[in-house]
């Protein structure tokens, strides 16, 4: 009976310890996702950018990542919105004639 129950005790203590591992791992894969998607989202925000440009003669007078994907969406230029627009830094410079947009350092 005490050979059952510590085998039963291996058991459960080593599925917590697996599933701990892998817990870790799928938090990385996840977030190794997330900073890919951003990436790609970023090279689409550009191009949307650069098209608003094209059509106004200036770029997007907003600040922020969540205020430009709302002004893009509401204008048209994007269709879905990021999963957290939050994550991108948009600036408009020199009056509207050039812009800094990039991913906001999470690290």
């Known amino acids: 009976m005490n050979n059952a129950l510590t ?3 291996v058991l459960i ?3 917590v310890i697996v599933f701990n591992g892998v817990t870790v791992d799928s938090e990385k894969i996840t977030g190794a996702a997330e900073k890919v998607a951003n990436q ?3 090279h689409q925000l550009v191009t ?3 098209m608003y440009y094209m059509a106004n003669n200036e ?3 907003a600040i922020g ?3 430009l994907v ?3 969406r509401e204008e048209r230029y994007i269709i879905n919105r ?3 627009p939050s994550v991108f830094a948009y600036e408009p410079l020199r009056g509207g004639q050039d812009f800094y947009l990039d991913l906001v350092d999470s690290e």
């Open 59 to 61: 770029y997007p007078q």
């Open 7 to 9: 085998t039963i005790l």
């Open 70 to 72: 709302n002004l893009l």
């Open 40 to 42: 790609a989202n970023l």
């Open 82 to 84: 990021p999963l957290d």
């Open 13 to 15: 203590v080593g599925s």
């Open 65 to 67: 990542g969540e205020e």
């Open 48 to 50: 949307a950018v650069e």
